[in-house]
């Protein structure tokens, strides 16, 4: 990430307002919450992952923004570009740049109450723009579709679960190379997590994330799990950390990952 980008994150953490986070880092399965009406919520992450089976690909460093805006309806637009930095063997000239761009809607339409059965339900519809270098391995190349179903219901005050499950209807989840790729056909997604508050400032949990292909090809599924949490530093702005590792190809082997989340008015 350019020090221009990363000093600017610093200073939105910094002069961030005091309202609720609704940020969901630092794992890949999603929460039903969405950004006020009115307001902004920027997420910031660097997940530094060790390859496995994709040599002369190494390693793969991947910094991403995500900026969220609050509409009407409980609907939420999202936006997110990663930058991506891939490490090859000796002799191997290394990729950098921008990947592919992601514009998405999310609507919340159903809350969960306290004492009700139903959990909080949300979709989400994003669309993936080819605006990374597919020859340097950046980007697909494809113009991508998804479309997300997200649920979450509480165990406890303190203590809650979510689940996801997805279609790519043109069929590419990678970030680099990481994930699964699938020119023709389908990818299918899913995710559970499981999240619990220590108390007002630290949450821990843990996660399973995966995809598949339509086309059998278990060599280039993805399996994952993560171990991590957030830490509020003030109620606008969280800390985040997570452990994984995966099997199957489209997983990195084993990765660390970092970020921040920050509310705005």
Not at 8 to 21: D, F, I
Not at 95 to 109: E, I, M
Not at 180 to 208: A, C, M
Request: proline residues 4%; glycine residues 12%; negative net charge.
């Amino acid at each position: 990430m350019p020090p221009a980008i990363c000093t600017l994150l610093l200073l939105l953490t910094v002069l961030g307002s005091s309202n609720s986070l609704y940020a969901q880092l630092p794992f890949y399965t999603d929460d039903p919450s969405v950004t006020a009406r009115g307001k902004w919520h920027l997420e910031f992450f660097n997940e530094y992952d060790a390859l496995q089976l994709q040599y002369p690909n190494l390693r793969q460093n991947t910094s991403n923004l995500k900026i969220n805006y609050g509409l009407r309806h409980n609907l939420e637009l999202d936006l997110d570009a990663p930058y991506i930095y891939i490490q090859r063997s000796a002799g191997k000239e290394p990729s950098n740049g921008v990947g592919d761009t992601n514009l998405g809607v999310k609507w919340n339409f159903l809350k969960e109450s306290e004492g009700s059965r139903h959990p909080a339900l949300s979709a989400s519809f994003y669309t993936e723009f080819p605006t990374g270098d597919a020859s340097q391995q950046l980007g697909s190349g494809l113009t991508d579709y998804a479309l997300n179903v997200i649920l979450q219901k509480s165990l406890s005050k303190e203590t809650r679960i979510n689940g996801n499950v997805g279609i790519l209807f043109a069929g590419n989840t990678s970030t680099g190379v990481i994930g699964t790729e699938n020119t023709r056909g389908q990818v299918y997604t899913y995710g559970l997590s499981l999240l619990h508050d220590l108390n007002d400032r630290l949450s821990l949990g843990g996660e399973i994330y995966g995809a598949y292909t339509d086309s059998g090809d278990l060599g280039r599924s993805q399996l994952q799990g993560m171990f991590g949490g957030q830490y509020n530093v003030r109620k606008n702005v969280a800390l985040c950390f997570g452990l994984l590792g995966g099997v199957y190809i489209a997983s990195p082997r084993i990765g660390g990952q970092i970020g921040v989340s920050v509310d705005f008015p």
